[in-house]
C-alpha cells in the first residue's frame, strides 16, 4: 500500500529492501527469464506470437511491418520497451539462431557474423508453420486467458503447443539467483519420445535416450561428449555438451591441402571467431597454421592453410578446438516454470511429462468445446427440420402474428435459439435439397459428439488421440523433412575416445618446452620480464620512469616462479610464459588476479620437496610443504590467514636447525627450529612477541654456520649464544653491527 503524502509510516530498510527486491526477485523469474514448461516461451514471445496471430500474420498471408507487430504487442500486451521486443522477434526470425523459426522474415534480420538486424521500419514478418501450431486450437478455450496489464483485452497464459517447443528450440535466461540454458533438439526425435512416454508412463530412462541422442543445433556441427555424460545430463537436468565444427580436408596441386571449416559452433559469431584465430596466429601460439581467411557466402567456408604439407590436419584441427571458439560447451541448465508457476529443474522426462499433461488438457478442453458447439447445432438443426415438417404453418404464424416467436415456441416447443435460427432463416434454404444436407449434417455432428463423448471417457483414446497429434506433427516436421533432418552429427563412443586421446597427445606437443636459461626481474611496482640467458644485475636494464628493480634470479624456462602476496595467498606462473625483455614487460597483474590492495612480499623459483617457513607482521609463522602452496588458477592459493591489518612479511627456504626471528623494534630471537609446526594452512603460532612493533623477517639457519645479515656479514655461533631463547619470548636488540634493514641474507635470490 502506497502512503498518502500526508501519511508518513516508518518501516525498517531491511524490511522495506527485502519485500520490494522479492517483488522485483519474482516477476524477473516468471516474467522474463524463465520459460513455461508447457509451451516453452517467455512472455513476450507469447505475446509476439499472439499479436502477430490477431494482426492474421498467417503463414500464407501477406507480410507486415516488423515495426506494425512491435508497436501493437507494446501498446496492448507487452509493457516494456520496443527494442527489447524487436530483438525477441529477430531472434524467432534467424535460421542460425532458432532450430524451428517461428516468424518468417523478410529483409535483413542479421547473420552469423555477428550483424545486428535492419530498423524495425525496413523488416517485415508473419508467422511460419511451427508458429501456427503452437497457436493451434487457441479460439477453442485450449488455454486459460487472463486480462492484460492494462485491463483492457485479454491473452493467453500459455499457447496450446501442439509440439514440445521447449526442447525443440531451447531456451536461454538469467533471473535472479537462477538461470536457464536449454539447447535446441531435433522435432523428429522429441516426437518419438513422447509418443513412447505417452504409450508407456513408465518407460526406462534409456528407452528415451534411444530416441532423443542429444541437441540438434541450427548451425550443425558436431557434439563430441561421452554417452554417459550426455545421459547423466538428461536425467539430472544439469550438465553440458562439447560441440566442435565441421571441418574437411581439401587437396590441392602437387600435394598440398587445406581445411574447409563448413559448420561452426552454435552461437559463435563467425567474424569474431576468425578475428580470435588470426590474433593468435600474429601471437605465434599456432605454430602449425600458416593462414585463415574467409570464403563464405550463403554457406560457411573457412579455409585453414597448414605450415607445411608435413604438417598431420587432425593434430592441427586438436590444436585449434582446444585454443579457439571452434570448440565451445554448450550448458544445459533444464531450470524451467513447472505449470508456469513454480522455478525447477527438470530432467528430459519430466519435461516430456509436463507437455503430455498439458496437451492432455488442451484435448480435453477442445473437445469440450466442441460438444458445446456441436449440440448448440444441434439443436438448430433440430429446429430446423421441424419447419420442413410443418412449412405451411410455420408461414402462416410468421404472416399473422405481430410477434410470431413466441408463437412458434409454444407451436412447437422450440427453444429460443431454435426459434430465432428459424426467423432468421432466408427463403431459399426451404427447398428439399437443404433439408437432405441438414438432416446428414445432424447425423455427422451426433456421431461425431458420440465419438467425442467415449473419448473423454477413456484415457486409452485420449492418449490414441495424443499419439495421432504427434505423428501429424512428425509428418510436418519430423526426420524426413527437409526442415526436420539432424543437421547435429553425434559423435560415436569409439570416435569420443579417439579425440581424448588426440588431445592429450597436442597437449603433450603444446606443453613441450625447450629448457633454456633465464633472468627473471620485477619491478618495484610489479613489471615482470624474463631476460635470456643468466646474466647478473647491471644499469642497463632500464624501468618505467619511477619505477626500479625488486627481484632479480636466475631461472630456466622449464620453471614454475612463485610468489607471496601480503594477503597471504601464493601465486605461480609459468617461467616459459613469462613476457621477453626486450621492451619494459607487462605488469604482474595480467597474469594474476591479485587484490588491488596487496603486495608482492617475496619470488623465487619453485623446488619440489622444500620447507618454507612462512611469518606475518604479527609474529605468527609456521612452516609449510612448498608443492602443497602450488596454486592452479590466476587466484592464487591461500596458505596464511591473515586478519585486518596483518600482512604476510617473510617467506624462505626452510634450512638448518634453528629460526632468526627479527621485529621492526631491532631485538633479535633465536630457537630451535623444532619448536615450529608445519601446517598446510593457517595462522600459525608465535614466533616472536612485540609490544608496539612488528615482525620483519624470519628464517632458518644452521647453527654451526652461523647466521647472515643482509648486508653480507655472518655472525658466529659465539656471538649469538646471547639471544637464543625459547619460541614466543621477545628476544632482545640485535648485536652490534646487524644490517639496520633489520632483515636477513636471502639465499632465494642470485
Known sequence: MVALPDEIRSETLSKALAERYLAYALSTITQRALPDARDGLKPVHRRILYGMRLLRLDPGSAFKKCAKVVGDVMGGYHPHGDQAIYDALVRLAQEFSVRYPLVDGQGNF?????????????????????????????????????TTYDGETREPVVLPAAFPNLLANGANGIAVGMATAIP????????????????????????????VRGPDFPTGGIVVEDPASIAEAYRTGKGGFRLRARWEREEGARGAWQIVVTEIP???????????????????????????????????????????????????????????????????????????????????????????????????????????????????????LAVYLNLDKVIRIIRTEDEPKPVLMKAFKLTE??????????????????????????????????????????????????????????????????????????????????????????????????QEPITVVCSQK????????????????????????????HAQTTDRIMLLATDGRFYTLDAAKLPGGRGLGE????????????????????????????????????????????????????????KTGIEAVACHGVEGDHLAVIGKNHKLLIFPLSEVPELARGQG??????????????????????????????????????????????????????????RFADPQQG
Not at 120 to 135: G, H, I, K, P, Q
Not at 201 to 208: A, E, H, I, S, Y
Not at 526 to 553: C, I, M, P, T
Request: net charge neutral; with cysteine.
Open 417 to 514: 435459439n431454435q426459434a430465432d435460427a428459424i426467423l432468421n432463416m432466408r427463403l431459399r434454404s426451404l427447398r428439399k435439397l437443404e433439408e437432405m444436407e441438414i438432416r446428414a449434417e445432424h447425423a455427422d455432428l451426433a456421431k461425431e459428439q458420440k465419438a467425442l463423448k467415449k473419448m473423454l471417457g477413456s484415457e486409452k483414446l485420449k492418449s490414441e488421440k495424443l499419439v495421432e497429434e504427434m505423428r501429424e506433427i512428425d509428418a510436418r516436421f519430423g526426420l524426413k523433412t527437409e526442415i526436420g533432418r539432424r543437421r547435429s552429427e553425434i559423435a560415436k563412443a569409439a570416435e569420443v575416445a579417439e579425440m581424448t586421446a588426440l588431445a592429450d597427445q597436442v597437449e603433450e606437443i603444446a606443453n613441450a618446452v625447450v
Open 685 to 742: 603460532v608465535y614466533l616472536q612477541r612485540y609490544k608496539d612493533s612488528e615482525l620483519s623477517d624470519a628464517i632458518g639457519f644452521t647453527w654451526k654456520a652461523g647466521l647472515k645479515d643482509a648486508n653480507g656479514r655472518t655472525f658466529t655461533p659465539s656471538e649469538l649464544k646471547d639471544w637464543k631463547g625459547a619460541r614466543a619470548q621477545a628476544g632482545r636488540l640485535a648485536p652490534r653491527g646487524f644490517s639496520k634493514s633489520d
Open 184 to 211: 535446441p533438439h531435433n522435432l523428429g526425435e522429441l516426437c518419438a519420445a513422447t509418443i513412447a512416454l505417452i504409450e508407456n508412463p513408465n518407460v526406462q530412462d534409456r528407452t528415451l535416450f534411444k530416441h
Open 110 to 146: 542479421g547473420n552469423v557474423d555477428g550483424d545486428n538486424a535492419a530498423a524495425m521500419r525496413y523488416t517485415e514478418s508473419r508467422m511460419t508453420d511451427a508458429a501456427a501450431a503452437l497457436l493451434n486450437g487457441l479460439d477453442e478455450d485450449a488455454v486459460d486467458f487472463r
Open 266 to 384: 552454435y552461437q559463435v559469431q563467425k567474424s569474431r571467431l576468425i578475428e580470435r584465430i588470426a590474433e593468435m596466429l600474429e601471437q605465434k601460439k599456432l605454430p602449425l597454421l600458416d593462414d585463415i581467411h574467409d570464403e563464405s557466402a550463403e554457406d560457411i567456408r573457412i579455409v585453414l592453410t597448414p605450415k607445411s604439407r608435413t604438417v598431420d590436419p587432425e593434430i592441427l584441427m586438436e590444436q585449434l578446438f582446444r585454443s579457439s571458439d571452434l570448440e565451445v560447451r554448450v550448458p544445459l541448465n533444464m531450470n524451467v516454470l513447472d505449470k508456469g508457476l513454480v522455478p525447477r529443474v527438470m530432467s528430459l522426462r519430466e519435461v516430456l511429462t509436463a507437455f503430455i499433461t498439458h496437451r492432455r488438457e488442451v484435448l480435453e478442453r477442445r473437445s469440450r468445446h466442441r460438444l458445446d458447439r456441436i449440440a448448440t447445432r444441434l439443436e438448430v438443426l433440430e429446429g430446423y
Open 526 to 553: 610489479g613489471w615482470l620480464r624474463a631476460l635470456k640467458g643468466h646474466q647478473e644485475q647491471s644499469n642497463a636494464v632500464k624501468y618505467k620512469e619511477g619505477d626500479r628493480g625488486r627481484f632479480w634470479f
Open 587 to 642: 605488469a604482474i597483474r595480467t597474469f594474476i588476479d591479485m587484490p588491488p590492495e596487496a603486495d608482492i612480499v617475496t619470488m623465487f623459483v619453485h623446488v619440489p620437496g622444500r620447507k618454507l617457513i612462512v611469518a606475518a607482521t604479527s609474529g605468527h609463522g609456521f612452516i609449510t610443504n612448498e608443492d602443497d602452496a602450488i596454486a592452479m588458477t590466476r587466484k592464487g592459493k591461500a596458505v596464511m590467514n591473515v
